[in-house]
Nanobody, 122 residues
Framework: QVQLVESGGGSVQAGGSLRLSCAAF????????MGWFRQAPGKKREGVAL???????VYADSVKGRFAISEDNAKNTAYLQMNSLKPEDTAMYYC????????????????WGQGTQVTVSS
């Protein structure tokens, strides 16, 4: 049974930083594409960052230069380091995983966590 468990969300002021973690159970994160997505109230879920099974990374334009995705295969955990946070980054952040080819669209992923809330105040 696959389970993804996010942690690390919270409230922070604009300009601050947070690091999200996604612990994967039932899969080997090194073989899967791991992605971070977010959804703000009233908006569609959008892709934030993706790390492929080969370690390649993809970022949404809105977070390039501020966010960094990484993974620790020994811990079966993916991370999202978020710096220079802005109020518009406020959303529920979800971790996702898929075996195979994937892009930064939610429909490409078939395993999802429950989400962790990030709130950035101005």
């Amino acid at each position: 049974q696959v389970q993804l468990v996010e942690s690390g969300g919270g409230s922070v002021q604009a300009g601050g930083s947070l690091r999200l973690s996604c612990a994967a159970f039932g899969i080997s994160s090194s073989r899967y594409h791991m992605g971070w997505f977010r959804q703000a109230p009233g908006k569609k879920r959008e892709g934030v960052a993706l790390i492929g099974s080969d370690g390649s990374t993809v970022y949404a334009d809105s977070v390039k230069g501020r966010f960094a995705i990484s993974e620790d295969n020994a811990k079966n955990t993916a991370y999202l380091q978020m710096n220079s946070l802005k109020p518009e980054d406020t959303a529920m952040y979800y971790c996702a995983a898929v075996l195979g080819i994937a892009t930064l669209v939610p429909e490409d992923f078939n395993y999802w966590g429950q989400g962790t809330q990030v709130t950035v105040s101005s």
